[in-house]
């Protein structure tokens, strides 16, 4: 059975979660479908104006430390951003029309290390460019197609299935119907999705 | 090492934690302080009414499905609370004031099953009074200086000193002065203090 990895390419933990999970779901021998959507979105809908790590420090500092300590757990590098959260809209809208393509992982893990190692702004059509042509495609002709009306149309439905589905936080895991929340449940939602495969 | 292992009896995530904190702990060589704190007083201070399980209802809905999941795994029997978060004032002063007891461990894991197995309304003197008898001491007695000016003060300095560390949930373990927060950090905290003892 396939999973499905929602991410916001803003979202802190959502960045040692997509540098997994492509490698994990291969091992466990299940397909990924790649779900980028709007957390932004969702919080405002919950009535938050902000970040939950922004909106109450004492979590915020905890969340950075603990990410640094889970990335260097991993061995994913990681240098805190300057800025928090990073606009993911033109990124994500990429990654949602370009959904199916071979390069889209790769251009998925180029604008996280964007983000989370080298401090770069990813909102901007420049760093999102540079993420794309490393990935192997041509970034002229995708950023022109991912700001189409139907792109833009495709990610905002793509958000407000999140919100039905009842998603709440980034990155989630969806196994069937079952929600996997946060890079501390990737492993038990590929082990799910494995499971579901037999 | 010893740890300081910070819970609420009203919190859910602290139910795992607080069933196997002392084996754990036992394993790893490293000692326990019991810190029951009111999570509730730095809710408020952080501006939230209510659980956020409860102000944000697809992140109550999850919460319950991954307890249930988490608790099935780790092999504890779990049965949703008809209210929550229950009132843990009482047998939170309880555990303040008779931190060190040699039956307090017992007692801690008597309140979290009569909570989150029994279905108990741990609010009460009658069911504290049954943790506190089902763990070998005296209940009369016991309640009698819980609920003592100088154990209520305990309690309220207990939480005081939880907001100055930086504790914003339960349950958190704290290493020195390294947080680990949350059920799922719990082997990490252990490991952490077994490898400063060495």
Redesign the interface.
């Known amino acids: 059975m396939d999973i499905d990895f929602w991410f916001e390419f803003g979202s802190t933990y959502s960045y040692p979660a997509a540098m997994r999970v492509e490698e994990l779901a291969s091992q466990a021998g299940v397909g990924i479908h790649w779900r980028p959507f709007l957390l932004g979105a969702i919080f405002r809908e ?1 009535g938050l104006s902000d970040s939950p790590f922004n909106l ?1 420090p ?2 915020g ?2 969340m950075w ?2 990410l640094e300590r889970t990335c260097r757990a991993l061995g994913i590098p990681f240098q805190r951003p300057s800025q928090f959260p990073r606009n993911g809209l033109l990124a994500a809208r990429v990654a949602c029309r370009f959904d199916k393509e071979a390069w889209l992982p790769d251009f998925v893990r180029a604008v996280y290390r964007a983000n989370f190692v080298d401090d770069a702004d990813i909102a901007g059509a420049s760093v999102v460019g540079r993420c794309i042509a490393d990935a192997g495609a041509q970034p002229e002709e995708v950023l022109a197609q991912a700001q189409s009306p139907e792109s833009k149309a495709k990610l905002r439905a793509q958000t407000d299935d999140a ?1 039905r589905l ?4 980034a990155p989630t895991v969806v196994v069937g119907e ?2 996997f ?1 946060g890079n ?2 990737l492993e038990d939602a590929l082990g799910r999705a494995a499971s579901r495969s037999g």
């Open positions: 919950q109450y004492a979590k500092r905890y430390h603990d919100m009842g998603i709440f936080g079952e929600l929340w501390d449940r």
